[in-house]
C-alpha cells in the first residue's frame, strides 16, 4: 500500500484584512484547492478566514484546510486554553498548540510560526503586521519557497529586506506554486508490514 501525501502551501496572513485583500484572498484560497494542495494556515479570522472559505468552496478537492492553532497551557492545572476565535469555522484539520506568542514575539520559540513555516512545502505571504513579517523571515531562515502576494507591492516595503519576490498578479503565484511543488501531490510513503 501507498499512501499519498498532498503538498502543503501555508499562507501567512493578517487576522485583518487590508485594503484589497479580500479578492486577493478568496482567489489565492480557489487556486490553492484547484492545483490539488493542503492549505495550511495560522486558523484564526480576518485573511486567514476568508483563504480558509475560499479554499474549502471548491468541490472535489483533494486538498484540506488546515491550522495551526495559538493556545496556552498549565500542566500543574491540566488545563489547555486555545486562544479565542481559533479556530475559524472553515478549518477542517485544527492542530492545536501550546504555543501563544505572536506579533513582536513570532520569532521566538514559543510561536507557532515556526510549525507553520515548517510544516508548507511552500509559502504565500500575504500583507500583514509583524507576525506576518516574522514568517517571511522564517520561511526565509528555513530555506522554505517563498513569494509575496500583494493588492499593491509597493505597499509592504518591509519585505524589501528579504529576498522574496513580491507580485500582485495570481498567475505568478500559481506559477511560484507549480515550481516550488511540481507534480501535484507529493511522492507516495510505502508502508511496510510491521516486524513484531
Known amino acids: ?3 499519498l501525501r498532498l503538498k502543503i502551501i501555508g499562507v501567512m496572513a493578517p487576522h485583518k484584512l487590508a485594503k484589497g485583500q479580500e479578492e486577493l484572498a478568496m482567489r489565492l484560497g480557489e487556486l490553492i484547492a484547484r492545483l490539488g494542495c493542503d492549505l495550511l494556515t495560522g486558523g484564526g479570522g480576518g485573511a486567514m478566514e476568508v483563504i480558509c ?3 474549502t468552496a471548491v468541490t472535489e478537492r483533494p486538498g484540506r484546510a488546515i491550522g495551526i492553532i495559538p493556545g496556552q ?3 500543574l492545572q491540566g488545563r489547555y486554553e486555545r486562544k479565542a476565535n481559533y479556530p475559524n469555522q472553515y478549518v477542517e484539520i485544527p492542530i492545536y498548540t501550546h504555543l501563544d506568542q505572536s506579533g513582536p514575539e513570532s520569532l521566538l520559540l514559543r510561536s507557532r510560526n515556526h510549525i507553520n513555516v515548517l510544516t508548507s512545502d511552500a509559502v504565500v505571504v500575504l500583507e500583514g503586521g509583524d507576525g506576518t513579517l516574522a514568517e517571511a523571515h522564517l520561511a526565509v531562515r528555513y ?3 517563498v513569494i509575496a502576494f ?12 528579504l529576498p522574496v519576490n513580491k507580485t500582485d498578479r495570481l498567475e505568478d503565484v500559481e506559477a ?4 516550488a511543488v511540481p507534480s501535484g501531490p507529493a511522492p507516495g510513503f510505502p508502508l511496510t508490514q510491521p516486524r513484531w
Open 143 to 145: 530555506h522554505k519557497p
Open 150 to 161: 500583494l493588492s499593491d507591492v509597493g505597499r509592504a516595503p518591509a519585505l524589501d529586506r
Open 53 to 55: 472559505r475560499a479554499f
Open 73 to 75: 497551557v498549565s500542566v
Open 176 to 179: 511560484f506554486i507549480r515550481a
Open 1 to 3: 500500500m501507498t499512501l
